[in-house]
Nanobody, 124 residues
Framework: VQLQASGGGLVQPGGSLRLSCTAS????????VGWFRQHPGKERDFVAA????????TYSDSVKGRFTVSRDNAKDTVSLQMTSLKSEDTAVYYC??????????????????WGQGTQVTVSA
């Protein structure tokens, strides 16, 4: 699976952005897709994940209620709708594909395929 993340940019606090992760290659509709983010000088953290069937969206506590993950397998795309953005959401966002059990979705080491990352900057 090859992944391409897009949609990042500069937004004011309280604003919204929609990130997209587009896949090509092997059966995208059979993999769990996760979103992670990395703040400067920090480790990459789990943000959200969605099951291959489009169900069971899972979020980190820091984004729950503000971010929504969804997927369209017909278009090989997973989206991350981000609302009520805060300065602490500023990071490089990555999408990744998990070739393994659903229970491993929080562990970035279990994700085999990664997109290149897209920068999100929340600033006035």
């Amino acid at each position: 699976v090859q992944l391409q993340a897009s949609g990042g940019g500069l937004v004011q606090p309280g604003g919204s952005l929609r990130l997209s992760c587009t896949a090509s290659g092997r059966a995208f509709d059979l993999v769990v897709v996760g979103w992670f983010r990395q703040h400067p000088g920090k480790e990459r953290d789990f943000v959200a994940a969605i099951h291959w069937d489009g169900g069971r969206p899972t979020y980190s506590d820091s984004v729950k209620g503000r971010f929504t993950v969804s997927r369209d397998n017909a278009k090989d795309t997973v989206s991350l709708q981000m609302t009520s953005l805060k300065s602490e959401d500023t990071a490089v966002y990555y999408c990744a594909a998990l070739i393994g059990p659903w229970r491993e979705r929080f562990d970035l080491r279990q994700y085999v395929y990664w997109g290149q990352g897209t920068q999100v900057t929340v600033s006035a």
